[in-house]
């Protein structure tokens, strides 16, 4: 497993823009898909984003389409996401993971490394 820390979020403005970042421990991060998950309070942890291996195909939640985009720098193990036109709907913990036989990327199961959450919270 890749040891997994989150940063950035915080408080933004509705419409604001910002930028959460994932760095990952370990030699294998490049064998590992990658994906955002979060959760509001009250409601279950849910898909955001995911990204493969080479950070060539990436996959959304249709509510963040055309506002998220995540990436990822292999060389120093860390993945992006960039979220911007934010609402407070998006207000949540935010969550790294990372999978090493990850199927579609959406669900949870397919991740065996998780981070410890970075919170965002978006004002109206």
């Known amino acids: 497993q890749v040891q997994l820390v989150e940063s950035g979020g915080g408080l933004v403005q509705a419409g604001g823009s910002t930028r959460l970042s994932c760095a990952a421990s370990g030699e294998m991060f490049m064998l590992y898909a990658m994906g955002w998950f979060r959760q509001a309070p009250g409601k279950e942890r849910e898909f955001v984003a995911t990204?493969?291996?080479?950070?060539?195909?990436?996959d959304y939640e249709d509510s963040v389409k055309g506002r998220f985009t995540i990436s990822r720098d292999n060389a120093k193990k860390t993945v992006y996401l960039q979220m911007a036109s934010l609402r407070p709907e998006d207000t949540a913990v935010y969550y790294c993971a990372g999978g090493l036989l990850v199927r579609s990327g959406r669900a949870s199961e397919d991740y065996d490394s998780w981070g410890q959450g970075t919170q965002v919270t978006v004002s109206s």
């Open positions: 990204i493969n291996r080479s950070g060539d195909d990436t």
